[in-house]
């Protein structure tokens, strides 16, 4: 929302925005894709088509870093005289949201279908600690984009710009790690079937 208000364009579809209206977005992206997400898992089942959880965690994390790289190549590449249009923000609003829909409510249900019935209140909590703790580190990494006291207009955007790209090349990096062990996770809940990936000689 500070971007917003520093460096982004206030004209969209033809009405004057403030910075604050921005935040509007991801709830409506919910509201619009969830439904869509979930007959698409239906179809995709009836097909024997539908991703893994484990894989549907990784396109998650893909999709929240094609979010980020987005935004930030958007106000890197094609902004002018420090504004960017804020169709970058509804783009990268857009594709974040795509990414929660694939991690936080598949999540949820995959703590309760893979617990112990007698651990399910207990790591559900855990699930909740593990947010807490992201929250944290999501804390210290907003620290790159602190724009100083005055800076204003081509000079906060730049320190914006570098903040998107980094977060995108974490959450890239993340992804890569994360497809990666799908395989392994694939087996642990519950796909013996598909082998226990080994190096190769």
Partial sequence: MLFADRN??????????????????????????SPILSRLWIRLDAKGLDPSTPTKFSLGILFMAIGFLVLGAGTRYFSVDGEASPWWLVTSYFLETVGELLLSPIGLAMVTKLSPRHLVGMMMGVWFLTQ?????IGGGLATLSDVPKGVVGSMSLMIYTHAFLVYGAISLTLAALSFALVPYLKYLIGHPHDPIPTPKQ
């Fill in 8 to 33: 982004m364009s206030k004209q969209f579809l033809g009405f004057t925005i403030d910075a604050e209206f921005t935040q509007f977005f991801n709830p409506f992206f919910i509201i619009l894709l």
């Fill in 132 to 136: 807490s703790a992201a929250f944290a």
